[in-house]
């Protein structure tokens, strides 16, 4: 089944409880996905610092390897270490020594995304314990996503946690199963993309990606999809300042959506929205199949 | 009366409740609080009471219905009133996909729009939507009224049977074997006294709707329509 959530917040009184939130909603779609759970969050930076999310085995490692980094790239680096994510937030033209870096230690540590605001969490296990491991409800930010994973397509792991990031700021989180994923990666590939699981919704994410680099907006990037992706999904889709909402023709995955001066949020089911503030005087609707739904920060 | 607060209760010890009443309970009216999308609200009920839920309720609710009265006051998840026996469900809010799937009787009122495949497989429940009605809508209905003052989306009644569908706004496309059939004035008077039993005497004209039904090809297997499968 999996269950998704989003929360894109227009007042900016409520940012230091969008982890808070964020948790809430995520700890109510259990029941549809209990297998791994993740999240992206949209918090603090600029745009001169990129914020890598590294993910190492154990919490001891991340702690070893955070404190060989500085050193490593030779520049300042602000890291934060969350269980066994790492966050490491440097100077732009120290991005690629650092990816370096990252490739060197295959096996010890993995890159989870790249951006300059974003930060994403996942780990297997019920959403409550990945929660608390990584403190979510303390987190402040303007929007962030949120999958709890029923696993179909590929293996319960990390790697098959979502969110999927395939580009800087951008992240997806995906209900369903796509049918044509393999022929899209091989397209993507070649186009010159990498994709580092076999997960049909890392192609999803990619595809939009791509898109994007060819000059699409957030919402022009969903709307070819319709053409391209075939197979069942409701996406939620981040980027720095946008946040979408897209399922395919036949509605197949459920998806229900709340709007107020305060927030827009989505989720699989009411329930996830039933924890939010003044939720009863949202505007609460059912998202019609094929459209896309975006919203964005100026 | 008695009042169910799903913050501190189950919706299983509700629906234990629920299913222990007797025919000639003097518990008629019941009240339910903080539905908080929960699945499973007041389904099984076979006994003829009134219930009030404040707020919006997840999947099934009030599912294989048979004789209670349910006023949801709010948005239904998927699959409201499924398999409804008799009695009344009415969604004062929007209903999401498959509302009144598999009905055998009784009558589903939604005030707002119901998603795709809304009355799909209904077998004699009457359903009257005040909004709007997505796709696939009364796929391989039997038997009843699908009622909608609003609009249709693609492939209303495909595959149907002998069930009966009025819309009174625009139909994006019909489906397989569904053709718009001329009102007889028994289907008149039958459409007139749906409208009346949703309350909307005066406010909904029988000659604004368009009537549906079956065109009969698919009943037996034809080689020719095989493709109209």
Not at chain 1, 228 to 257: E, H, Q, S, W, Y
Request: hydrophobic share 40%; proline share 3%.
């Amino acid at each position: 089944m999996c269950g998704i959530v989003g929360l894109f917040l227009k007042n900016k009184a409520l940012e230091p409880a969008l982890g808070d939130m964020l948790s809430k909603m995520l700890v109510t779609m259990t029941a549809r996905g209990p297998d791994s759970a993740g999240v992206a969050v949209y918090g603090a930076g600029n745009n001169d610092r990129v914020k890598l999310t590294l993910r190492a085995e154990d919490a001891g490692a991340a702690a070893a390897l955070a404190n060989e980094l500085p050193a490593a790239l030779g520049v300042p680096v602000d890291v934060s270490i969350r269980a066994n994510h790492i966050v490491a937030s440097l100077p732009r033209d120290a991005e690629a020594a650092a990816l370096q870096w990252v490739k060197a230690r295959a096996g010890q540590i993995q890159l989870v995304s790249v951006g300059t605001h974003m930060e994403i969490y996942k780990d297997v296990g019920l959403p409550e314990h990945v929660v608390s491991e990584f403190a979510l409800a303390g987190m402040a930010g303007s929007h962030g996503i949120g999958h709890t994973r029923m696993a179909t397509e590929s293996a319960v792991t990390i790697n098959g946690a979502h969110p999927f990031s395939t580009g800087e700021d951008q992240c997806l989180v995906h209900n369903g199963s796509l049918s044509n994923h393999n022929s899209i990666r091989r397209t993507l590939v070649r186009e010159g993309m990498s994709f580092a699981t076999q997960n049909d919704s890392e192609v999803a994410a990619g595809y939009l990606t791509w898109r994007m680099s060819k000059g699409d907006s957030l919402k022009q990037s969903l709307t070819s999809s319709l053409e391209d992706l075939d197979g069942f999904f409701t996406f939620v889709v981040g980027t720095r300042n946008g946040f979408a909402v897209l399922r395919d023709p036949i509605a197949c995955k459920p998806a229900i959506m709340a709007e107020s001066d305060d927030y827009v949020a989505f989720g699989s089911e009411y329930r996830a929205l039933s924890v939010l503030p003044a939720i009863e005087k949202a505007r609460v609707f059912e998202p019609e199949p094929a459209t896309v739904y975006a919203w964005e920060r100026s | 009366m008695p009042v169910c607060d799903l913050a501190v209760s189950s919706v299983r010890e509700l629906n234990q409740a629920l299913h222990r009443l007797t025919p000639d309970t003097n518990e008629t009216a019941w009240e339910i609080d903080n539905p908080q999308g929960k699945h499973a609200i007041g389904v099984g009920i076979n006994v003829p009471v009134e219930i009030d839920i404040k707020g919006h309720v997840g999947y099934y609710c009030a599912g294989m219905n048979k004789f209670a009265s349910v006023r949801i006051h709010g948005n239904a998840g998927t699959g409201v009133a499924e398999n409804m026996m008799s009695g009344t469900v009415h969604v004062m809010g929007d209903a999401s996909q498959s509302a009144g799937a598999t009905g055998c009787g009784g009558l589903l009122i939604i005030d707002g729009d119901a998603s795709a495949r809304c009355g799909i497989s209904m077998k004699g429940i009457d359903i009257l939507v005040k909004g709007s009605i997505g796709s696939m809508s009364a796929f391989m209905a039997q038997a009843g009224n699908l009622v909608v003052l609003g609009n249709a989306g693609e492939a209303l009644g495909d595959s149907i049977y002998e069930a009966t569908i009025f819309v009174r706004g625009e139909v994006k496309s019909l489906g397989a074997d569904c053709i718009e059939k001329p009102m007889t004035e028994a289907d008149r008077e039958r459409l007139a006294g749906l409208l009346g039993r949703a309350g909307l005497d005066g406010a909904a004209k029988v000659d604004d709707f368009r009537m549906y039904g079956s065109a009969r090809e698919l009943y037996h297997f034809h080689v020719d329509n095989a493709a109209s499968y």
